[in-house]
């Protein structure tokens, strides 16, 4: 294999050859990776099946299910050639953002022309969106194909050369993506480098022009810490735990639906899966009732043997999410097992806010309600904690909804459901504070990878006009000048 040295040293002088900057290049490169999700659709299944156990579109079940096929939920077997999570959460999500580059990369690379005062009316304003150079993506193992592409979409449209850095945990799909995309890309322009903590730690080491790191704040902060070393600009995609405030006014079966819709979903293991609710005792009563059926209905009686839930990524996760369930009172589920690495989904209750459960993120099928008497301490338990990546609120009411929006924060926002706020690629992503930093999806994914260059070019003319500037200097001359270069003050018609 080529040391990393040499190969950061070839994908820069492609870089500075200008190799990359063409549209021409840019669209080939996006069309490989279309043909890439296109062509390899069967073994980024299998390779999601194998890393997170789910069900591939051949219907073929995960190993740990062959064994317990009497036990499956009924209606499963039918929806077994569903491979319905992998679909909409890797694979159709990850070419809807290709397409969507393809579609618009000629507009998005276009000079955006900005107004202009009166000293500059004869010159040309504009800001030019330039590819940084050469940048390095570390992707984390929950969603392995998605949390790579999509970056990698945003970073070559614009332009860039790029190491890709998958999770090592993840290590169906970190083969695939070693070896078979490779293939789709420009090898002079594009490269994979493996490893774990130690190797990643060794590739900072180097100086790049732009990170983009999606991972735990833990790892964040040592990847913001190698970069401040460069003064390389980075993106941080963190986690963090994500409120569900639940007001009294809401149809509990509803709130039920979405809400373990989006916590069950790939096993909890989703940064942006609501991570506790928060909810008055009297909801609550009524809330888990309606999450039982919603359990039952979705993974049958016996969640263990429904292909729909996946399991847990690997023993370290296991073990620390078995510990957690021992906070609070196992209302739903609680059931474990270990050779599996199967947890049921579960509701636990009665927790305090300074158990683990409530203090790290979660991370998994397990969904603590916390009691709160209203809105208003709900707001002063989430403004108590660090900003999360996302909140959610259910509530019949648009002024309580609109309440928790104006007098919280968080990276993003979705009143009455789960992260579907994600799925529209117009909505930038990304978190605040300790959940994160700077954004991506769609639009604004060509933005990050882009350096936005403040550019005015002026007439080598006019010297007359600019003579009104040097010294020596005159009070009649700095008059016309600040009249020139005047930014007019408005009110704001809201006020
Ligand atoms: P992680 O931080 O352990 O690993 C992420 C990447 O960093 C991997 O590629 C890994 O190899 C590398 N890495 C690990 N330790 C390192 C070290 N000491 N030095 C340098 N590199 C290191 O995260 P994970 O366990 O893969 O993913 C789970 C976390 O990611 C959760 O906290 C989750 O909330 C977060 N996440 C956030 C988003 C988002 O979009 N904000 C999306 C998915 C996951």
């Not at 009497?70 to 070419?95: D, G, K, N, V, Y």
């Not at 900072?204 to 970069?227: C, P, R, W």
């Amino acid at each position: 294999m080529e040391p990393v040295a040499d190969t950061l040293r070839r994908l820069r002088e492609a870089f500075s050859a200008g190799r990359t900057r063409p549209a021409g290049f840019r669209a080939a490169q996006l069309e490989g990776l279309s043909r890439f999700l296109q062509d390899n659709r069967q073994l980024l299944q299998d390779a999601l099946a194998q890393d997170l156990h789910k069900v591939s579109s051949t219907g073929q079940l995960p190993p740990y299910l062959l064994s317990q096929a009497p036990r499956l939920h009924p209606a499963s077997t039918h929806r077994a050639a569903s491979a319905f999570e992998s679909e909409i959460s890797e694979i159709s999500i990850s070419q809807g953002e290709v397409n969507l580059a393809l579609r618009n990369l000629r507009v998005w690379m276009k000079d955006e022309k900005v107004p202009k005062n009166l000293a500059t009316q004869l010159d040309s304003a504009f800001i030019r969106k330039e590819p940084f150079g050469l940048v390095l993506i570390v992707a984390p193992w929950n969603y392995p194909l998605y949390l790579t592409l999509v970056p990698l979409v945003g970073a070559l449209a614009a332009g860039n050369c790029v190491v890709l850095k998958p999770s090592e945990i993840s290590k169906h799909m970190e083969k695939v993506l070693a070896e078979v995309l490779p293939r789709y890309l420009d090898k002079s322009c594009f490269a994979v480098v493996l490893g774990g903590p130690q190797e990643t730690g060794q590739l900072l080491e180097n100086k790049f022009d732009y990170i983009f790191f999606t991972g735990s704040s833990h790892v964040g902060k040592i990847v913001m810490a190698a970069a401040a070393k460069h003064l390389t600009p980075v993106t941080l995609e963190l986690g963090g735990k994500n409120p569900c405030y639940v007001d009294d006014d809401c149809d509990p079966q509803t709130v039920a639906n979405r809400v373990a819709w989006f916590r069950y979903f790939n096993a909890g293991q989703t940064c942006v899966a609501p991570d506790y609710v928060l909810c008055s005792p009297e909801m609550q009563e009524r809330l888990l009732p309606a999450l039982q059926g919603a359990i039952a209905r979705f993974f049958g009686n016996d969640p263990r043997g429904s292909p729909d839930l996946g399991r847990i990524i690997n023993e370290k996760q296991f073990q620390r999410l078995q510990g957690l369930l021992g906070c609070g009172r196992v209302a739903i589920g609680g059931q474990s097992d270990e050779r599996e690495r199967y947890i049921a989904p579960t509701v636990l209750v009665d927790v305090q806010e300074t158990e683990p459960v409530m203090q790290e993120e979660i991370f998994g099928p397990i969904l603590p309600i916390v009691n709160v008497r209203g809105p208003d301490e709900a707001i002063d338990f989430i403004n108590r904690r660090e900003k999360p990546l996302a909140l959610y609120v259910f509530s019949n009411s648009s002024q309580v909804v609109n309440r928790l929006l104006a007098r919280t924060s968080s990276g993003g926002f979705c009143g009455n459901d789960g992260f579907m706020h994600l799925t529209l690629t117009s909505l930038p992503f990304g978190g605040v504070g300790t959940s994160g930093m700077g954004q991506y999806h769609g639009k604004f994914s060509f933005d990050t990878f882009s350096h936005h260059r403040a550019c005015l070019l002026r007439s080598p003319g006019l010297e007359k006009i600019c003579a009104l500037r040097y010294p020596p200097y005159a009070q009649r001359n700095l008059r016309l000048l600040l009249a020139a270069m005047k930014v007019r003050n408005c009110s704001c018609t809201l006020l």
